[in-house]
């Protein structure tokens, strides 16, 4: 009697495989994205903000009309942000860039093109630098490089929504508007809470394969 529950529970789970794998469709292409970044640190005065490109491919995979996963792989993902103060006849502005491999593998859910997907986000340092430009009156800009000690691993919680304009039967164009909510430190400051807020805009091509 068990023998025979267990061969119609694997019964039931092939025909569920199948039926989840003829349903299943795989769209993957390049992907281009804007991003507006916000740093905040624990007891930072001022407004730190300034703007960052990424490229990389994405891979978008339906199992049904509904549910699915989409991953996305981002290069060159730069976190730029400055913040400028003025006095009487001098201007200081420090400035900060840092560029990340990163990877969004997130749960999506699906309606009539229009998705949201969530999930957690790898960031992987790839580079980082800084500088201060103080400028007098009547005298030339004097540049000081930086190099503050930056954490090379990075974790967000992304969480976006989006939609495919389908272009042909085997090509559609996605649209997406992602946030970057940061879990972890951005640079290695003892003591001091520190982290970056990226809002995002991505244009992708989506292949069906």
Known sequence: MKTRKHIMMLII???FSVNMLAQTRVNIGPRVTGNFNLWNAKGL???WNGLGIGIGPTVDISFNNHIGVMVNLTAFD????????SVTGSTREESYS????????MFKAEFSGFYMVGGPSFGVKLNSS????E???T???KLTPLSPPT??????IALGTGYTFQLSQGLGLGTDFMAYIPITNTYDLPGVSNSIFSLKLGVALKFRI
Do not use: A, C, Q, W
Request: aromatic share 8%.
């Open 13 to 15: 789970m092939l025909l």
């Open 45 to 47: 005065s001022g407004t």
């Open 78 to 85: 730069m976190k730029n942000f400055s913040n400028s103060t």
């Open 98 to 105: 840092i560029s990340y491999l990163t990877i969004d593998p």
């Open 130 to 133: 800084g500088e201060i430009t």
């Open 135 to 137: 400028t007098v009156t």
């Open 139 to 141: 005298l030339p800009p």
């Open 151 to 156: 954490n090379s691993i990075r974790f967000d």
